[in-house]
Nanobody, 117 residues
Framework: QVQLVESGGGLVQAGGSLRLSCGAS??????????MGWYRQAPGKQRELVAR???????TYGDSVKGRFIISRDNAKNTVTLQMNSLKPEDTAVYYC?????????WGQGTQVTVSS
């Protein structure tokens, strides 16, 4: 069993910054971790990609966060961090960490990010 533990969500004013962290633990030895990333889901909307980073360090960002968010990863510690800058009210959502592995996808429970105008 793989567990993903997220932290760092909260309430911030527009223009502010937040940093999300996600750590993987449990039965993660014995299979390969291909990528880790962050997705978000706002009320009434589908879950969407925020940012993703693969084991080689290649990053992918959703169009709405390019230039504002930065994803980084510590492969040795199996952690991924999302630095969110210049936050906007439309960034308000539940943010989920996802681990992509040779055994499939694993999701965290989510952390709420609320940006006030």
């Amino acid at each position: 069993q793989v567990q993903l533990v997220e932290s760092g969500g909260g309430l911030v004013q527009a223009g502010g910054s937040l940093r999300l962290s996600c750590g993987a633990s449990g039965s993660i030895s014995g299979f390969s971790i291909n990528a880790m990333g962050w997705y978000r889901q706002a009320p009434g909307k589908q879950r969407e990609l925020v940012a993703r980073i693969n084991s080689g360090g290649t990053t992918t960002y959703g169009d709405s966060v390019k230039g504002r968010f930065i994803i980084s990863r510590d492969n040795a510690k199996n952690t991924v961090t999302l630095q969110m800058n210049s936050l906007k009210p439309e960034d308000t959502a539940v943010y989920y960490c996802r681990l992509d592995s040779s055994r499939g996808y694993y999701w965290g429970q989510g952390t709420q990010v609320t940006v006030s105008s």
